[in-house]
């Protein structure tokens, strides 16, 4: 995986040597000397990672660059890695809260450095992609500028729900501890009530059950996939800790577990989770806005045809026949021009209410434009279509309709016209234009009634 790693120290010899360790890696190394450029390089180039060493004489240290990239919607999201000789509990939980995702101690175990990166880089494409992704929808406009605070914020309190795999009763009550002023948090197999996790504590170090295999499991389905996972490995055991990495986990907490150090950490694995997890509902959103007509919440005219197309084509082919049913509601003009828009919007949202409420869940009912509606029946045919059909009509005049506004409630009836894929030839088009005719026919005949149209009658 190639990517942009900014290196910012001081000292030219540290520069030099991760530069050549990075760039053996076929890495794109950006440098910088004090923590004021590195703020500013950071800005301007959006590197995929930042390597920050904290003493820097003169200016800004590692933590307060650190800060100041967190603190800038448009780097915010860049993992940095805090490299320094300082191996104490308070440095080590200090860059954390600063906002770093790691803190490593010179001298640097080249295989444990590498696999943190390779790690972070991993998330980072994953949150690159959505966030471009999301940019798409933006400036399509089906994603609303309004977002809500930003999760990453390293000033607002994420509170989930964690659940710790783990053999070590002491450990687990330690965990429980530090954790649960904040979030809820329960062993597995406890607190099935409590809706699904956002944070995955996992010992690689137990006895009864084998750790590495719990992380490539949560890693390997679906419910989980996502989950972010803290590895609680021993002090020492390194390879254990880049083998962790390797098969999925997110972070890495060293035994005997310091109770501020696990907070902080749970912390900024919590805010990055709700932050993706908020990239893809505004991109679920942006999807269902694609294909949805917004006024009444049913399918639109682009989501109609990339359904029906596929449908038909298979009935072409020997498969299983499909029938579209056209409705139209009688003289809405007349309602528009009576009551107003605003009344002959509500009539179209209770309309749409009634199709949607009785077709099959097999069934797309969409909105044409206007008054206009269409329902694909798939491996439906023309004669069921029109049961089908006749039921709908009778549910929707069954009861008049209501509106904001107005005194006494509207009578509204409607039009069904009706085909059915009869031969090789159809297509989407053709279906659609049988099922209008049979839509005029049932006008011409008195409005309020359903009519079929054959293939032989279209000819």
Known sequence: MSARILVVDDLEANRRLLQAKLSAEYYEVLTAQRGEEGVQVAKRERPDLVLMDVMMPGGIDGFEACRRIKAMPETRHIPVVMVTTLDDRESRVRGLKAGAEEFLTKPIDDVQLMARVKSLLSLKVVIDELRAREANGRRLGVIDEALAPDPLDQHRLVSGNVIIVDDNQHQINRIKAALGVEHRV???????????????????????????????RMRSVGPTRHLPILAIVEAEDRARAVRALELGAHDIITRPIDEEELVTRARTLMRRKRYMDALRTRLDQSLELAITDQLTGLYNRRFLFTQLTPLVQRAQCGGDVVSVMTLDIDHFKRCNDTYGHDVGDAVLQEFAARIATNVRPMDFACRMGGEEFVVILPRTSGDIACLAAERLRRCICASPFRAPGLAMPLDVTVSIGVASTESGEDTPESLLKRADEALYEAKRQGRNRVIGRAASQAA
């Open 186 to 216: 329960h062993g597995l197999g406890e607190g099935d009530d409590a809706g699904p996790p956002d944070l995955a504590v996992v010992s690689v170090a137990a006895k009864s059950f084998d750790g590495f295999r719990v992380i490539a």
